[in-house]
């Protein structure tokens, strides 16, 4: 880990820089599997599921036999700890919905504004390392509170042509329709250009490795939009006095299991905190199973103490995590002041895992400092938002002159007319 006292404000941004990735290399490799995968559909899929997931598939959609068995292989409290998280999701995003409220802006001209599901999405949802079902719940619920009538996911096959069971369960939760045995950048391609099996969706949702999310920003570029860009997984840690040092160390920690390119930023204003909480994370690490990932995402991680609450927030906003735990005393007053972050979670009691799992916000982040410019995923991700209108023929005779003035100022004079014609009609009376 790297550790620095008082840095000035280029070390600091020197410190906590992201790990750069070739994106050149990783570009073309990447374009190539989705040209393949555009060219020849289901064949590429397979080719590339036997390739790289180790599997000759002959059937890529899950069957409802599987989904229905997924259930009997899960243990009575998983289900039931899916399901209070199911809740609480569901809970905080139909929350997020908008009343349709119209506005009349001048008499007799009325304006509103319509949430309208995205008709087809599609969800990718990692293997690997990890079978992350949470993610399931995440974005499968909003997809289905926002009414969007096909929900399609993606995830990659065990050695033994299966999908984990918590996936399947989670999905059945969420009222996913579709889910397939397709990982990796073939995923976003199947889903971004459709295939023989699996159907091209208007929108592509879900974290990934660098395949992944480089091919989620190569199908935008061809005209399928996407939740957010995103890099790897991270988390930064504010905490002073306050604080409880072997708690500040197991939310670093669940951070850098995540993978080895994980990002992990501890700040604090106290020597003897720093000192406490370096001591609990190799304490800690030293219990837990994935010793090599954690020791890996460990080893660019960073660990800063710096002057003042003020210029711990000045790096906060600069750093602009996805993931920010405030454990210091006036945390909610700090947080006030926190503009640059993609979900902040507040005090001693309040680790990142809850949001990760249950506490009902989405975990769907931006990562890499988008979230300076990039919202998490919520409600609205799922929707677009149709604007109408309505004028009377009182409100055409008040509005309409001046619809005339700024149309012919930007020499459109066929704008001018349709209005126009409206103006004549009225003074005539038809």
């Known amino acids: 880990m790297k550790i620095a006292k008082y840095p000035d404000n280029q070390q600091l941004a020197q410190l906590v820089q992201r790990p750069a990735i070739d994106q050149e290399d990783l570009s073309a490799t990447v374009s190539q599997i989705l040209r393949s995968v555009k060219t020849s ?44 998280a199911a809740k609480n999701i569901e809970t905080f995003h139909a929350a997020q919905r908008e009343p349709v409220r119209q506005i009349e802006t001048m008499p007799g001209v009325v304006c509103w504004r319509k949430s309208v599901g995205i008709e087809r999405v599609g969800l990718y949802i990692p293997g690997g390392t990890a079978p992350l079902f949470s993610t399931v719940l995440m974005l499968g619920i909003p997809a289905q509170l926002a009414g969007c009538q096909e929900v399609v996911l993606c995830t990659p096959p065990a050695k033994d042509g299966s999908i984990h069971p918590a996936i399947l369960f989670a999905a059945q939760v969420a009222g996913v329709q579709r889910i397939f045995k397709v990982g990796g950048a073939q995923a976003i391609g199947a889903m971004a250009y459709g295939t023989e099996t699996i159907p091209q969706v208007y929108k592509i949702f879900g974290p990934g490795n660098r395949y992944v999310t480089a091919a989620k920003l190569l199908v935008q570029q061809s005209g399928t939009p996407i939740d957010m860009p995103a890099g790897p997984s991270e988390v930064l840690v504010f905490a002073d006095e306050t ?59 960073v660990f800063l103490l710096l002057e003042n609450h003020q210029v711990a927030l000045d790096a906060i906003n600069f750093y602009a995590p996805e993931h920010l735990i405030l454990a210091c005393e006036n945390a909610e007053a700090m947080a006030e002041k926190v503009v640059n972050a993609g979900s902040v979670f507040l005090g001693n009691y309040t680790p990142e895992a809850a949001g990760d799992y249950a506490s009902g916000t989405n975990h769907t982040l931006p990562t890499s400092g988008f979230a300076r410019s990039y919202s998490g995923v919520s409600l609205d991700s799922f929707m677009k938002k149709i604007t109408f209108q309505r004028i009377s023929l009182e409100g055409m005779a008040s509005i309409g002159p001046s619809i005339v003035t700024l149309a012919r100022a930007e020499e459109l004079e066929a704008h001018a007319q349709a209005v126009k014609i409206r103006l004549d009609g009225i003074e005539h009376g038809f």
């Open 243 to 301: 604080c409880v040092p072997a708690f500040v160390a197991a939310d670093l920690l669940s951070q850098a299991e995540h993978d080895v390119d994980s990002q992990v930023v501890f700040l604090t204003t106290s020597e003897t905190v720093l000192e406490q909480v370096i001591d609990e994370v190799e304490k800690q690490v030293a219990t837990l199973p994935r010793q090599k990932m954690l020791r890996a995402a460990l080893d660019h991680s």
């Open 41 to 84: 559909g289901d064949e590429a899929l397979r080719g590339f599921t036997a390739r790289f997931d180790g599997v000759q598939l002959d059937r890529l959609e899950v069957t409802a036999e599987e989904i229905a068995a997924a259930e009997n292989l899960l243990p009575d409290d998983l289900k039931s700890a899916i399901r209070l």
